[in-house]
């Protein structure tokens, strides 16, 4: 079943204009994170955004917040005031926590992408 | 001094033959991921290595082999390429979340293989 869900394909803005990038998740772990990520046509990946789903607050970071609407399971990221510099893939990822040999780690899962095009 | 570096950037192959991606981080991190990411962007996460020791292996094929020689460096070794390889492998890093961070993945910046 897919955990990270983004509807959008592609999206379009324009320059100066607010942006916002869908994300709905599953899970029953009570302890969880969401991230968002940018890839740009140049292929790195870069983060962007964090939320842990016992934070009370939306987090935000610069242009970029994410609303968190814990009883929804979404993560959508709203990207304010866009530049043409924002044109990229944009992923919303989830990390459950898991243990192996005593051990707890992070393993990201990644919803399919969202293109988002910023329009002069 | 790039934090995650892999190599080869660019790898161009025949069918049938073995390639390795060798990928360094220099952060300290204890976890260190393979990734696969398709000609339709989807990322999907390959292996997991935690101090050396493999803790996650996502059902792929056995024809991959991951390798830690130590926490700092995971290679991906490839046996008997086919077409459906040719992809982006990132290799990325975290540290253990819960310990005042949010556990992100920081990645390389991607090897683009090519299997012809």
């Known amino acids: 079943a897919q955990k990270i869900t983004q509807t959008q394909p592609g999206m379009f803005v324009q320059e100066k204009e607010a942006v916002t990038l869908d994300c709905t998740y599953d899970?029953?772990?009570?302890?969880?994170?969401l991230f968002w990520y940018k890839q740009p046509s140049s292929g790195e990946m870069i983060f962007l955004i964090y939320?842990?789903?016992?934070?009370?607050q939306n987090a935000t970071e610069g242009r970029y917040s994410l609303n968190f609407q814990k009883a929804r399971k979404s993560a959508n990221l709203v990207i304010s005031a866009s530049q043409l510099g924002d044109s990229a893939m944009y992923f919303c990822?989830?990390?459950?926590?898991?243990?192996?040999?005593?051990?707890?780690?992070?393993?990201?899962?990644f919803g399919q992408g969202t293109i988002l095009t910023v329009h002069p | 001094d790039t934090a995650v570096s892999q190599t080869p950037k660019y790898l161009v192959t025949q069918m049938g033959n073995d390639k390795s991606i060798k990928c360094e981080q220099n952060?300290?991190?204890?976890?260190m991921y393979w990734y696969k990411q398709d000609s339709k962007k989807f990322l999907k996460i390959m292996f997991s290595?935690?101090?050396?020791?493999?803790?996650i292996n996502e059902t792929v094929p056995n024809r991959f082999s991951p390798k830690s020689p130590d926490k700092a460096h995971l290679n991906l070794h490839i046996n008997s390429l086919e077409l459906g390889d040719s992809a982006v492998y990132f290799c990325?890093?975290?540290?253990?979340?819960?310990?005042?961070?949010?556990?992100?993945?920081?990645f390389g910046e991607g090897s683009r293989l090519t299997v012809l």
């Open positions: 899970t029953s772990d009570p302890s969880y994170g």
């Open positions: 990822a989830m990390r459950e926590l898991a243990n192996a040999g005593g051990t707890s780690y992070g393993k990201l899962t």
């Open positions: 952060l300290g991190h204890d976890t």
């Open positions: 939320q842990g789903s016992y934070d009370q």
């Open positions: 990325a890093s975290s540290p253990i979340p819960g310990q005042g961070n949010t556990g992100e993945l920081f």
């Open positions: 290595y935690n101090n050396k020791e493999l803790i």
